[in-house]
């Protein structure tokens, strides 16, 4: 146990309260920080922004990050890694750029990561003679997903983000990467790993699956005892103490909520991965079914045994195309007969639609408080239960219309109806597909560019 | 002894597209042997049979005394254009914990059993 670094997550998912990460920076001691702000949704906003204005299409959360961390970044050499690039990242670079010269720092290093952003070269892909065969059924994509791309994107993983910290950037501004690489990559520039050492890249990736969700290791979503777990209301966000003995510690900054155990930890460890043998990132396959946890401490757990395995030789793509949109609404029934009150709404919107000429490609009724999560039916009779109304439909248009036929029926329905609040607006359903491809063919178009705000801002 | 999943064991849901994936932890080594011998996929099927239209994959996980169980098309579609309210299937880990256990009364010393 000599060398040893300190990771934190900052941010684990779009929107999520950048308060956790301040007191990270503040009172977490660490080196490195990363922010997870990507999520496929995002990504369609991001490009449907895009296409509006050249200079954006980044995820508008980098700005508020920033404002609060580059101060630490100036003054005790924090470095952060992101994703909020997006679809853009210089121009996220350049938005940073210009809040550091607000506080006299010009020499701020920012890298860019690209590459991961394929939409500008499908056609080309596709003439070479790729066919985008869906992973899970192994269908070539069909045209009309073909010409109807909105954002297609590989994750690419730690390397380039390495790279970017091994010439020194401050801030590392990518695009889609994998969330572990936003933690591996520091990791590995950090601790001098080097990418060809299977068990070191495999560890760093697994340290960074259990930074990637922010709170959910440290006490958030927890499903033991979850009464026991003190002070959610100040929760510490985890911190990954690595060795160079291929061990690390998780911890939380002092003086925070929430806990730390090997109960909390093994959650984590677990969550989202699939097979525990051979969970898949693009720097190497992650075997934890050795892994070791051991309590060593208050809010301290151990973490050793990790193994690698070669990487795949193709990345993960995903590919968003329109599939509809989606229109919503929600009226609240309350006693007599609530239930049966709602269950003869949602009949009724059903025939409205008919008489309207709406044909639905999908119609969802869900009773809240009345079995809405499908395990069963309530054996008593509720109080109340929100009846709530999702349809699929082909157009905005059709879908506008349906959102307006909501409020009518608190009087023309049955007796006793609420309405619970305005129908959400409708929202455009996304499609994914997803695919592989020979990661050389992406690969070769990866650039790591790392410039001063003063350079980026004279440019 | 009957009781609940959840009393015994903690019980997280994640989603990847349109599957449900389900990580079931045992306190103890002991415990950890019965649930493999009570949770098999047709069981786990049978009770999510409303939730999950695919196929149950299970993985064992000794080092960390734990399950795991991947449920195939169980989110409607998919995050990004599932109609459910639940869209990233967050219950469905706390849906799994209310399986129904017979706990045989060798194993009740060696738990901490949670209050319904």
Not at chain 1, 4 to 13: H, T
Not at chain 1, 363 to 372: D, M, N, P, T
Not at chain 1, 382 to 394: G, M, N, S, T
Not at chain 1, 399 to 411: E, R
Request: charged content about 25%.
């Amino acid at each position: 146990m000599s060398k040893a670094i300190r990771v934190g997550a900052g941010q684990g998912f779009y929107g999520d309260d950048p308060w956790f990460a301040l007191q990270s920076a503040k009172y977490g001691n660490v080196d490195y920080m990363g922010f997870d702000s990507l999520a496929e949704l995002t990504l369609a906003i991001l490009e449907k922004a895009r296409q509006k204005n050249p200079d954006k299409g980044y995820a508008a959360d980098i700005i508020t990050y920033a404002n609060l961390l580059l101060p630490f970044v100036k003054e005790r050499g924090l470095s952060l890694v992101t994703n909020a690039g997006g679809l853009n990242p210089h121009a996220a670079a350049k938005a940073v750029a210009r809040l550091a010269k607000k506080i006299d720092f010009d020499n701020l290093k920012i890298a860019t990561i690209t590459g991961d952003d394929i939409k500008g070269k499908i056609k080309q892909l596709r003439q070479a003679g790729l066919k985008f065969e869906n992973l899970d059924t192994g269908e070539p994509m069909p045209d009309e997903i073909l010409n109807n791309i909105i954002f297609a994107n590989c994750y690419l993983g730690a390397i380039p983000v390495k790279d970017a910290l091994d010439r020194n950037a401050d801030i590392v501004v990518a695009g889609r990467i994998t969330d572990p690489a936003l933690f591996a990559g520091p990791i590995l520039s950090g601790m001098n790993w080097q990418t060809d050492n299977l068990d070191q890249v495999a560890f760093a990736t697994l340290l960074g699956h259990l930074l990637e969700c922010g709170g959910q290791i440290t006490g958030g979503n927890f499903s033991g005892d979850w009464e026991s777990i003190p002070n959610l209301e100040r929760l510490g966000y985890p911190i990954a103490e690595v060795y160079d003995d291929l061990t690390a510690v998780i911890t939380k900054p002092e003086g925070t909520g929430g806990m730390v155990s090997k109960d909390t930890v093994k959650e984590q460890m677990l969550y989202e991965i699939h097979d525990p043998s051979n969970y898949i990132g693009p720097d190497c396959i992650v075997d934890i079914t050795s892994a070791i946890l051991t309590d060593i401490g208050k809010n301290r757990v151990k973490i050793s045994g990790v193994r690698g395995k070669k990487p795949p030789t193709a990345l993960k793509a995903l590919f968003a195309y329109p599939d509809g949109y989606i229109a919503e609404g929600r009226i609240l029934y309350g006693v007599p007969n609530a239930l049966r009150k709602a269950k003869a709404m949602a009949e009724i919107m059903k025939k409205r639609l008919d008489i309207l000429g709406i044909k639905p490609i999908a119609y969802e009724s869900e009773f809240i408080g009345g079995g809405a999560l499908k395990r069963k039916e309530p054996d008593y009779e509720p109080d109340e239960i929100l009846l709530r109304v999702a349809v699929k439909v082909a157009s905005k248009s059709e879908a506008q219309q349906v959102t307006k036929l909501f409020p009518a029926y608190i009087l023309d329905g049955p007796p006793g109806a609420d309405f619970f609040g305005a129908p959400p607006k409708p929202r455009q359903a996304i499609g994914i597909w997803s695919a592989l491809i020979d990661r050389e063919l992406i690969e070769r178009d990866v650039k790591v560019n790392v410039k001063t705000a003063k350079e980026i801002l004279e440019a | 002894m009957k009781l609940f999943l959840y009393q015994i064991a903690q019980v997280r849901s994640g989603d990847k597209a349109n599957d449900s994936d389900v990580s079931v932890f045992a306190p103890n080594e002991s415990v950890y042997n019965f649930l493999k011998e009570s949770l098999t996929p047709a069981v786990v099927k049978s009770v999510l049979s409303s939730i999950v239209d695919g196929k149950v994959v299970r993985f064992e996980v000794p080092n960390l005394l734990a399950l795991k169980f991947l449920l195939t098309d169980a989110l409607g579609g998919g995050a990004s254009g599932s109609l459910r309210i639940d869209n990233l299937g967050k219950s469905i880990g706390g849906i799994f914990s209310t399986i129904e256990l017979e706990l045989p009364e060798t194993l009740l010393k060696a738990v901490h059993i949670r209050p319904v």
